[in-house]
């Protein structure tokens, strides 16, 4: 059914320049790391292809290389003739949905992510970079010329190949964004100074751009909102900046964006502890600076209801989505029809950001384990060959998603879990400070899992006997882990043992309310965002928190832009944290007081009046079904933490690629 009366102003038609969008919704610029040595590749076009067929309007790729000088692995080169027959079938797979394909022009400068020096940075001066303290070469009037040729005749080949415009990227720290910014530009020639000079390239890249593309390409532009570093670009400046660089320019577009490369990277990503729409204050505050062109806001912008109010308050032209059209392709399609409840949202848990700048991965998502798959959007499987009974053992993340992938093919699948709701360990963590987002995982499979006839018996601690006596074809074991206990502790149940584990002690605090005295010792050998979630719970509840690790850091399994709101919230709520240490056991059970010793020196110390003393470990896998099972002639599969205790991302994947295998 189609009810377009709930989000009029979102799938009305909009003119952008001379071209007509068929509705408001843009796919904001996300890095894929879907090419390979520079070339385009299936995947690459696939992920792209699915957005338009979900339903948006207009798409921004990820940033091409598009000078000469540029020479990423993983990003698609545009400034020679190399990739010239895929680059028009990236185009082919797109612009005929009625989407209009932006390439993305962008250098990182001294800009670097990830530990080390950037071997070949160059900037507008020689001032190191606020995360990396890579030093760049200074660009020379000459080459800066250079590079804007490069952009300029790479553009006219994107254009040539069926592109309908480029967006120059000068936010997040990058390139241009140093250029505009006071702190990073200290030049004393032509492309520095005051606001005329520092936006000097910028403008001479719009004009170069026009030259070589005509008034007909789309030509956006991104731009720094606020970037959070003391001497750069505050609102202020911001407005001053986009003035200027809209007062006479042939524009189609602008949009912001925030935070830069430093302690405020986790500026430009807000994650799950931050609330809906964080940038429309700035936007707002902003928009007047503009001259009339169109805005395209950023920014957290995760439901149809947020978009539409946007637009609704005219606070901007058009929305820009990145992580919601990774989470669903077909988004824009689900709303339209009024199937909102069928939309995979985002739970903003960044873990798209860690694969592709942590790990240098391909993007991927915990809640779309077929993200660049070629019939991503609005996908359900296949049917089975023949219909099979299945019983799935679990009802967390990768339990549910088996069960309703496999539902879905044709066979008949029953989940048995011990909860009396679906969830698993998950459920602790979603009720835990900035984790509520998570929920929607769940919540998503349940109401595949009603569509596709999933049989559901919650609150049932199977046993072998019970699995068996449903006289399955196959199993689907998905009954998690447990927490190892650290040497010198007795496995947790055991009558005499008085630490509980994170899980327990978690379970115990959310039945509570209130303030308590005394001191919440927490060690650490985990080192995921949870972890950290239960550590601000505690905080709420206890006078004081301390997190004991044997590592020189924590939060070394969360992405970078993760683990900066981590020890940002950390500084602001006082929770204490001791690197290097673990706990002397033998000297701390039993009593109120606990003792840690540095793990080199040895040397003890002593927490007092502690009121609560937990720990995050390891976990193994509960297997007590499988060789039973297994004995018994049954073919058993393993999902989630009962095949490796991972994370989300492994917890979905693994469960899809089950429910399609069984």
Not at 441 to 451: D, H, L, P, S
Request: hydrophobic share 45%; glycine share 8%.
């Amino acid at each position: 059914m189609t009810d377009l009366s709930l989000f009029p102003r979102l799938f009305s038609p909009f003119a952008l320049g001379r071209t007509r969008l068929r509705n408001r919704i843009v796919h904001a610029s996300m890095n894929t790391h879907m090419a390979e040595k520079t070339r385009v590749t299936e995947r690459l076009i696939n992920y792209h292809a699915e957005r338009a067929r979900g339903g948006a309007a207009l798409i921004v790729t990820e940033p091409i290389s598009m000078a000469r000088h540029q020479n990423v692995s993983y990003r698609a080169r545009a400034w020679n003739d190399d990739n010239l027959d895929d680059l028009k079938r990236w185009a082919q797979a797109v612009e005929p949905h009625d989407c209009r394909l932006l390439g993305q022009i962008q250098d990182p400068g001294r800009g670097r992510h990830n530990a080390g020096i950037g071997a070949y940075a160059i900037g507008p001066s020689a001032l190191a970079d606020d995360l990396s303290w890579t030093v760049p070469h200074a660009l020379s009037a000459a080459e800066i010329r250079a590079m804007i040729e490069d952009f300029a005749e790479s553009a006219a080949r994107l254009q040539r190949c069926g592109f309908s415009g480029v967006e120059i990227s000068s936010g997040h720290g990058h390139l241009f964004h140093q250029f505009l910014s006071p702190w990073s530009n200290a030049r004393e020639d032509d492309y520095g100074g005051d606001v005329n000079g520092r936006t000097r390239i910028v403008k001479e890249l719009i004009a170069a751009l026009r030259s070589a593309c005509g008034p007909a390409f789309l030509l956006g532009l991104k731009l720094p909102g606020n970037d959070w570093v003391k001497g750069g670009i505050d609102p202020a400046e911001a407005a001053a900046i986009a003035s200027h660089l809209t007062a006479a320019q042939p524009l189609d577009y602008v949009c912001f964006a925030q935070g830069t490369h430093g302690i405020a990277l986790e500026r430009h990503l807000p994650d799950a502890h931050v609330g809906p729409l964080p940038y429309l204050e700035l936007i707002r505050a902003l928009r007047p600076a503009l001259n009339g062109v169109p805005l395209v806001a950023l920014g957290k912008i995760g439901t149809p209801q947020e978009a539409e109010a946007i637009l609704a308050a005219a606070d901007a032209e058009l929305v820009g989505l990145g992580r919601p059209l990774l989470a669903d392709a077909a988004w824009p399609l689900k709303t339209r029809e009024g199937r909102t409840r069928e939309i995979r949202q985002c739970v903003y848990c960044n873990i798209c950001w860690d694969e592709i700048n942590t790990h240098l991965r391909p993007m991927a998502c915990v809640n779309n384990p077929c993200a660049g798959d070629a019939d991503e959007a609005d996908w359900w499987p296949a049917r089975a060959a023949s219909r099979r009974r299945v019983v799935v053992v679990g009802a967390g993340v990768a339990g549910m998603e088996a069960a309703w992938i496999a539902a879905a093919r044709g066979h008949d699948v029953t989940v048995l879990s011990a909860s009396s709701e679906a969830g698993g360990k998950l459920r602790l963590h979603w009720q835990l400070p900035g984790s509520e987002p998570l929920k929607r995982i769940t919540e998503y499979q349940q109401v595949a899992a009603a569509k596709a006839g999933v049989g559901c018996e919650l609150g049932i601690r199977a046993q072998a006997t019970d699995v068996i006596g449903l006289k399955p074809d196959a199993v689907v074991l998905a009954c998690g882990s447990t927490m190892l206990a650290p040497p010198g502790v007795p496995h947790p149940g055991a009558a005499h043992v008085s630490v509980p584990d994170l899980r327990q002690a978690v379970g115990e605090l959310l039945c509570t309310t209130g303030k308590r005295s005394g001191t919440a010792v927490l060690f650490d050998m985990d080192h995921t965002e949870g972890t950290y979630a239960a550590a601000e719970l505690m905080r709420l509840r206890f006078d004081r928190v301390v997190i004991i690790t044997p590592r020189e850091y924590i939060a070394q399994k969360t992405s970078m832009v993760v683990r900066q709101g981590i020890l940002r919230r950390f500084q602001e709520l006082r929770i204490e944290v001791v690197p290097l240490a673990s706990p002397m056991w033998s000297e701390s059970l039993g009593k109120a007081t606990v003792v840690y010793a540095n793990i080199y020196s040895g040397e003890p110390v002593i927490i007092r009046d502690v009121a609560c003393f937990t720990y995050a470990t390891p976990r193994v896998p509960d297997l007590s079904l499988y060789e039973p099972l297994r004995a018994a002639g049954i073919e058993v599969h393993r999902a989630g933490d009962c095949e490796l205790p991972r994370g989300l991302l492994a917890a979905t994947a693994g469960g899809h690629a089950i429910g399609i295998a069984v």
